[in-house]
């Protein structure tokens, strides 16, 4: 979880970190990748939802739903949902995907995540099916601001800032 690598990266145990969007960028610096991963509605083959090609959230509201623990992800699929946790049907919460594969597969709940995950495609029993309207999200490469590391992560951190600035 970002949360987990932040505290982390914080405390001086690691120096990079790859972290899915949104994040609060303030304290690092970062690199965001190019590569978008579309957010959708993971569900059993059998859900009566399966056979749509994209999910409003008008339709899914009513169903039990699976949402990750990350506060952030889960105020921005709150906010997609215009709904309350309140007024939502939210038997459980996950921090890995995989775990959310599991409880998806029993019927617990269909579960948000992101497309492209090699969970969300293990089983031929799962349907990814994409949120409408449309909403992706990034990763985002990492570093303390203003902090002093090793040669190697200095050197790394030196590598992709060369790479930023052919990219912009």
Not at 54 to 79: C, G, H, K, Q, T
Request: hydrophobic content about 40%.
């Amino acid at each position: 979880m970002a949360d987990y690598i932040k505290d982390r990266m914080d405390k001086g145990l690691i120096d990079v970190g790859l972290l899915l969007e949104p994040i609060d960028t303030s304290k690092y610096d970062f690199i965001r990748l190019s590569q978008k991963e579309s957010w959708g509605v993971l569900m059993r083959d059998d859900h009566p939802l399966a056979g749509r090609e994209s999910i409003a959230p008008n339709e899914i509201a009513e169903y039990p739903l699976i949402l990750p623990l990350r506060e952030r992800v889960r105020a921005e699929i709150l906010n997609w949902l215009k709904r309350e946790e309140k007024d939502l049907n939210i038997p459980l919460s996950y921090t890995l995907l995989s775990n959310a594969v599991l409880l998806v597969e029993e019927g617990l709940g269909c579960a948000f995540c992101l497309d492209g995950a090699l969970a969300i495609h293990s089983s031929p029993r799962l349907r990814f099916i994409p949120i409408r309207p449309e909403h992706t999200t990034r990763s985002v490469l990492v570093w303390k601001k203003n902090h002093l590391f090793s040669p190697a992560t200095s050197l790394f951190i030196q590598e992709i800032n060369m790479l930023r600035a052919r990219i912009e």
